[in-house]
Each structure stands twice: as C-alpha cells, then as structure tokens.
C-alpha cells in the first residue's frame, strides 16, 4: 500500500481510511497565524455516499486506496440491475442499484461511465460531469419571466425531476451537472 | 471578471487611504519598516524567503519594538511581508500587513483600535470578545484551559471523527480541535483573548493566570466561512523569557529539520529599554475580501502569486 501527504491530495485521489475506501471532493490549504499548515478535506466515502469533513494537519501520511475505474458503456435495465458493457473485452457485467445509487437520473442508453472496482467488487459509477436530457414533461412557463432564481419542477427522459428556469419547455433538451443534479442551460438547435 | 478586479483595486486605493488618515487623526506616526532583515523570527510554522545573507520580513515586529524601545509612543507599518509556501484561497506568499503599537497601554486598548478602525472602514460592527476558553467550551465543548499536559488535551479533543496528528505537539492538536469545531462556528464578528500559554508567541502572560497570555485575534464570517483578520499582543518586554523562547524555537527547528535563523540580538537588547505596550498585525488582504465580498484573496490583488 502507498501513501501520500495530505498537503498532496487533489480532487480525485482515493484514499483508505478505517479499511474504506473514500474520493477527495474538495481540499484548501488553510493555515491559522500562528499554527501549522492543514488541509481542510472533503471526502465522500465511495461505500456509502456519505460526505466527510476533516481538517489534517500537513505531513501527515494517509493510505491510498486501490480503486480501479474501467470505461464501460450503459446498457439496459435487467429487473433491479444495470447492465453495463466493457469498452476494451466487450463483457458484460450486472451492477446493483446500491452501486449506482441515485445516479439512476442522469443514465442514459449508451452513456460511457467509469466503473470503480474496489476488491474486485463494483462500488459505484462515475457519470460525465455534464449529461443533456430531453425534457418530457413540464408546466409551461410565464412568458417574458426570464429570471434564473424562480424555478418549475420538469420531468426528463429517464423519469428524474429536477428544478428548471420557467422559459424551458417541454420538448426541450437540457444540459445537467451531473455532480450537483443541477440544471445548467438549455441546449439550442437540438 | 477583469472588471471586478479593477473596482476592488480602486476599492484597496481607497482602503489604504482610510488607514492612513485613521492612524493620522489618532496621532500615530507611518513607519517605513525595513523589509530586508538579518533575522526574519523563528516561529516554526513561518518560512521566510532568504535572499543573498538577509531575508525579507515574515512581520515587521522586530524593528517597530525596537522603535518603541528608542521612545516612540504611537507607530504604525502599512507594507508587504513574505511568507514562503502559503498560497491557498485566504493566502498569498506576500501579502500587505498593517501593525500599529501603543507604548503604554495594553492589549485591549490596541482591540479598541481595532473595533474602531472597523467602524472607519465600513467594516463589521458589533464586535463580541470571547475567551478562548469560553470560545471552545461553547462551540466545541470542551474548554481548553491552557495548562492542559499533552495527553489531557488530546483526551479533550479527540472524537467526533477528528483525525488527530500523530505526532503533534500542542499547538497541532489545539488547531486541530479550532479548525474543526470553532472557528466554522463562529457566527458574528469576534474578538478571541487569553490564548492557552503554549501558544505564547511574543506575548506577555495574563498577571495572576499563568495558563493564559495577553494575546488577542479577531474572526468575522466572510461569503468563504470565517476569516481570520489579525493578531495582537499585549507585548513580551521581559527579554530573558524572550530569549528563553527564542532558544527553544531555535531548537525546535533544528529538531525538525527546518531552516535556521539567526536569533535578533539588537531585537533582544531594545526589550529592555521598552515600556510595557500593546500592538497588532493585521492582513489587509483580508480586510479588504471582507470588506468587498470576496470569496478568494486572489480578487483583491493585483496579481495573485501564480498569476506572475
């Protein structure tokens, strides 16, 4: 096992800690006037999607964790499984719903994610950071309100609801930041 | 996004000019300290950047108590100081840094100042002071007294997931239990006094509480959690215990294998001669992110380190 000085994680490395495996979401050098330098993590634990915050001070070692991500593209849906295919072998593999948790709202057909394999077993998946839907259902929109801050509830191709300007339309197809489940703009000429 | 930038330089342009006439009506007098020293202090956790046999300031201490030491009542610094390996969103390596002393008087009247330089520059208002004791009884609870042993603080503060360091001394594991349960918690402007005495740096002990020192900090919620703003001391003139703390600095950094400075001998010799006083540093950067609604240190500058 390798380890790294906490005052060199990025967003993105694994860790281990207590024999779970955890990514770093965010991190910020913070130093008080007159103490040693720390770094203030964010961390979500990659079992069980739960956040973690922690101040550590620098020169301390944490344990990397093994997590393998292979490319695999999205299927279909098999009772409560997703099945995903290899990009590279071309096999197929079953992922449980626990795995991809509520990530369910943004996958798509054909969609490429990233496997994480811990231990050789799949612990979740990584979607694009952006994904566009097809609005399917939603209440009209006042017209001439174009005002970013007052939002409808919309329906998209997958059955997810989320939070979208009152302009949008039925029909329409939406950009998505797939990390915060927030809408970001409505893509033209699709 | 350049637009900002140039309203909060025209806005800094401003700033200081407050400052200026701030200091100015009470009577202080602007000191241009030297930035280049032979000494730039031993606190362990500042680098200084060395340059050819001096290196630039971390803090422009040394000389304005040297100044103090001469006769000097009422003076004030506003100039950069350089801290080697601080970048982050509330840091940059160098940075502006306002100190004013107060020749007999005491840290209280330099938070006063403080309160009311506040008020001059549009800053927070309704400042509460808080012990620190107090401060981590309430936010953190447990109370951190000052002269807890290192194995009583690290039962004090352990729990609640908090990833102690391993081989930390006090002030690692104070911090620890600050950054995680105090500080994020500090919700209207406030002034933090009587530090446990391990976290001594060049202030006198509290008379008649040997676990406390006359040192005080100020914290006020920005749009990026809390920001700390200065660091004041009701001064160290008593130059053996100076020297003694020195000493055991430089030893420390000898031990951790941390570039040596030499100890200031003309610093130690002015002690003597020094009334007892009050005085303060504080980073105009911050105050200036406070002040416009910043979110990173890099909207205030100019140019931010890595923008060179």
Redesign the interface.
Known sequence: MSSIDVSELKPGTKLLIDGQPYVVIERQFVKPGKGAAFTRTKMKNLLTGRNIENNIRSGEKLETADVEEKAMSFLYKEGEDFVFMDQTNYEQINVLKDAVADQWRWLKDNMICQIQFFNGKVIGIALPNFVEMRVTATEPGARGDTSGNVTKPATIETGAQLGVPLFVNEGDLIRIDTRSGEYCERVLGK | MASDRSVNLRRRSDLNRRIRQFFEERDFVEIEAPILVPSPGL???LDAFAVENRYLITSPEYQMKRLLGAGMQRIYSLGKVFRR???????NPEFTMLEWYRANAGWEAIADDFEALMAAVGGPSGWQRLSVAEATRRFAGVRVEGDEDLETLRKKIDGA???L??T?DW??L???L???AVEPRIDRPTILYDWPRP?C?LAREKPGDSRVVERF?AYAPSPDGVL?LC?GFGELTDAAEQRRRLEADRDQRRKRGLPEYPIDEKFLAALAAMPPSGGVALGVDRLAMLLFGAREIREVLAFADDEL
């Not at chain 2, 390996?85 to 840091?91: L, S, W």
């Open positions: 606190e362990l956790h390996g601080e970048a982050g969103r509330h840091h997931g908090r990833r360091p391993s930390g002030s690692d104070f911090f620890t600050f950054l995680d976290l740096a900090e700390e660091n």
